[in-house]
C-alpha cells in the first residue's frame, strides 16, 4: 500500500477520552479527519456535544458518552457503549488528564486527597479505560492505544509531585502494555510540551513560548496529526515509544528554566 | 491523505544503499517529494542499489538522480548537496542514512577501522547536515538522522557501531537547538532491528535473536520508514530535538 493511503483511518473506531476540549477535541477533530468515527467521552456534557457536533460536521458518526475516568464503573459503561454503538473499537487514545487540587503543593501540604485525585486523573483512568478496551483489542487481534504523557512524566519541576509522578507512571503502564499486548495490539505515548490551547492566560503565563527553542508554543492541531499518524498503519512497528511534541524543549535544556534557548558561553570556549 | 503529503520537497537521502535509506527514499517518493539518493560507500553493489532506487522514483513520476558518494568524504558530501539543490530545485529534506556495521572484540579491533566507522557513522551526518543546513537556513528544512537501538543499549563486540550511533542521538539534540530559530528541525528516528540491515551473522543468529523481540520478528524497512513521512512533512512542525524510536517495542524491557 502506498505510504499515505496508510494514513486512512475509514471504518476504523476510536474513542478519545477528555474530548471537551483542547488537545482532546483537536486529536477529535484529526482522527475523523482520517475517516474514523468516534466516541468522545469527558465529563462535562455540553463540551462532548459541541466536539461530536464537529465530527458530525467532517461526515463522520460520533457519539458523545458522559463519562469519569476515575470512576471504573462510569468507564466500563462508556467502552460498554462503545462497542454497543459501533460494534468494535479500534483506536483509544487516554487523553484525560491536567492539573488537579494540590498540584504545586510542597510536599508537607499535599493532602492524602489530592495525591489521590492527582493520581487517579493522570494516571488510574487511563489504566481503567485501557483495562475495559483490551479485552474487545484481543478479539479483534488488532488495536491502538494512545496515552498522552506530558515533558513532566519525563523531567520535573520543583514542587511538582504529584502530576510528574503520574505522567511517569503513565510512561511505563504504556511500555508494560506494549511488551504485553504485542504485536496486536500498540501502546504508544505522546508527550506534548506547552500547548495552551488558545488560552490568553497560559499564554501570558509562558510568555508566548519565548523560552521554547523554537520560540513559540504549541498549536493543538499539531498533536491531532500526530494521533493520527501514530492511529494509523504507517506506525506498526512502533511499540512501547514516546514522541515529544515541545518544540525542542527536552532536547536541551539548563536548570532552572528547563526550556531557555542559549545561554553564552566563554569565549575561548565558542 | 493530504496531512503528510510531501508535494514540492526535495529530499537527499544519503544511505539509499541500504535497506532502511532505500524504504525511506521510497516512501518520501510515495508521498510526493522529489528524491536524490546516494550511497554510504563507494562500491558497485551500493550503485546498483541507488540506481535501482532513483529507477523506481522515477517511475513515480519524481525528479530523482543516484550518485556513488563516499559519505564520509566532505567536499563531495558539500557537492551532492549542491547538485541536489541544482538538479531537483531546492533541498528541503535531508535523510541521513549512510551506515557501515561493524562487530569486533575490543582486543582484536584495528584502530583505523574504528576511526572509519566513526568516519562514515557519525561525522557523515555531520558533514551531511552542515552542507544542508547553508542552504536551508534561507528557506527552512527537515533533517532525519537514522540511528540505531544500538546508539541506546550497548551491544558486546558493538564499541565503535554502539558509541557512533550515540553519537548521531545527541548530533540530533545539539544542532536541533542550534537551529530551532532557523527554521531547520533535526530529528531523528531510532530503528530497530530490521530485515536486510546486514549486522547479523546469518539466519540462526537472526532466528535467535526474534525469540526475544517483542513481535518475534524483525522489523520491515518499510514500518521504519512511515515515521519519516511524519518527520519530513509540516505536519511535524512543532517536533525537533527528539528520537522517534521504532523497534517493536524492545527497548521497553527491562
Redesign the interface.
Known amino acids: 500500500m502506498s505510504v499515505l493511503a496508510q494514513l486512512d483511518l475509514s471504518g476504523k473506531v476510536a474513542v478519545v477520552t477528555g474530548a471537551g476540549r483542547g488537545l482532546g477535541r483537536a486529536i477529535s477533530l484529526a482522527l475523523a479527519d482520517a475517516g474514523a468515527d468516534l466516541v468522545v467521552t469527558a465529563r462535562t456534557e455540553t463540551q462532548i456535544q459541541e466536539t461530536a457536533a464537529l465530527v458530525t460536521e467532517k461526515g463522520r458518526n460520533a457519539r458523545p458518552i458522559i463519562c469519569d475516568v476515575t470512576d471504573s464503573n462510569s468507564v466500563n459503561g462508556m467502552i460498554a457503549d462503545t462497542k454497543e454503538t459501533f460494534g468494535r473499537l479500534d483506536i483509544l487514545i487516554n487523553n484525560a488528564g491536567g492539573a488537579t487540587p494540590g498540584m504545586q503543593n510542597t510536599l508537607v501540604d499535599i493532602e492524602d486527597k489530592h495525591w489521590q485525585v492527582g493520581v487517579d486523573t493522570n494516571l488510574t483512568g487511563a489504566m481503567y479505560c485501557t483495562r475495559a478496551a483490551i479485552p474487545i483489542m484481543k478479539e479483534q487481534r488488532a488495536g491502538k492505544i494512545i496515552n498522552v504523557t506530558s515533558g513532566f512524566g519525563l523531567r520535573v519541576a520543583r514542587d511538582n509531585f504529584i502530576y510528574t509522578s503520574a505522567k511517569a507512571g503513565l510512561i511505563n503502564f504504556t511500555r508494560a502494555l506494549a511488551l504485553t499486548y504485542a504485536p496486536e495490539i500498540q501502546a504508544n505515548l505522546i508527550a506534548p510540551g506547552l500547548f495552551p490551547h488558545d488560552n490568553p492566560a497560559m499564554i501570558e503565563w509562558w510568555r508566548g513560548g519565548k523560552f521554547v527553542p523554537m520560540g513559540r508554543l504549541g498549536r493543538d492541531e499539531e498533536i491531532g496529526q500526530l494521533a493520527v499518524v501514530l492511529a494509523s498503519g504507517l506506525t506498526s512497528y512502533m511499540n512501547g515509544q514516546i514522541v515529544v511534541l515541545d518544540g525542542g524543549g527536552l532536547a536541551g535544556g539548563h536548570a532552572p528554566t528547563g526550556f531557555a534557548p542559549v545561554i553564552p558561553l566563554a569565549e575561548e570556549h565558542r | 491523505?493530504k496531512?503528510?503529503?510531501l508535494e514540492g520537497k526535495k529530499a537527499l537521502v544519503i544511505g539509499a544503499s541500504n535497506v532502511i535509506g532505500r524504504a525511506i527514499a521510497v516512501?518520501l517518493g510515495?508521498?510526493g517529494a522529489d528524491v536524490a539518493v546516494a550511497t554510504t560507500t563507494r562500491s558497485k553493489h551500493e550503485e546498483t542499489i541507488v540506481n535501482s532506487c532513483s529507477n523506481e522514483l522515477w517511475a513515480l513520476d519524481r525528479k530523482t538522480f543516484a550518485l556513488s558518494i563516499d559519505a564520509a568524504d566532505e567536499g563531495a558530501v558539500d557537492d551532492l548537496a549542491q547538485r541536489t539543490i541544482d538538479e531537483l530545485g531546492g533541498l528541503s529534506v535531508l535523510v541521513n542514512a549512510q551506515d557501515l556495521p561493524y562487530a569486533q572484540a575490543a582486543g582484536d579491533v584495528d584502530i583505523e577501522d574504528y576511526r572509519r566507522v566513526i568516519d562514515v557513522n557519525l561525522v557523515g551526518p555531520f558533514v551531511a547536515c552542515r552542507a544542508a543546513s547553508a542552504h536551508m537556513l534561507n528557506t527552512g528544512g527537515s533533517i532525519i538522522n537514522v540511528a540505531s537501538v544500538l546508539g541506546e543499549r550497548g551491544m558486546a563486540h558493538g564499541a565503535g557501531y554502539c558509541s557512533a550511533q550515540a553519537g548521531v542521538l545527541n548530533l540530533?539534540?545539539?544542532l536541533?537547538?542550534e537551529w530551532?530559530?532557523e527554521g531547520i528541525r533535526v530529528n531523528a528516528i531510532g530503528a530497530?532491528w530490521t530485515e536486510g540491515m546486514g549486522i547479523l551473522a546469518d539466519e540462526a543468529s537472526t532466528q535467535q535473536l526474534e525469540r526475544y523481540l517483542?513481535?518475534?520478528?524483525l522489523?520491515?524497512p518499510?514500518?521504519?520508514?512511515?515515521?519519516a513521512?511524519?518527520l519530513a512533512s509540516d505536519?511535524?512542525?512543532?517536533?525537533?530535538?527528539?528520537v522517534?524510536?521504532?523497534?517493536?517495542?524492545a527497548?521497553?524491557?527491562v
Not at chain 2, 505536519?235 to 527528539?242: E, N, V
Not at chain 2, 522517534?244 to 517495542?249: E, N, Q, R
Open positions: 491523505m496531512i503528510l503529503s516512501a510515495e508521498a540530533t539534540r545539539a536541533a537547538l530551532a530559530r530497530g517483542p513481535y518475534k520478528r522489523a520491515q518499510q514500518e521504519i520508514a512511515g515515521i513521512v511524519y505536519a511535524s512542525a512543532y517536533l525537533t530535538g527528539q522517534v524510536w521504532i523497534d517493536g517495542g527497548l521497553s524491557h
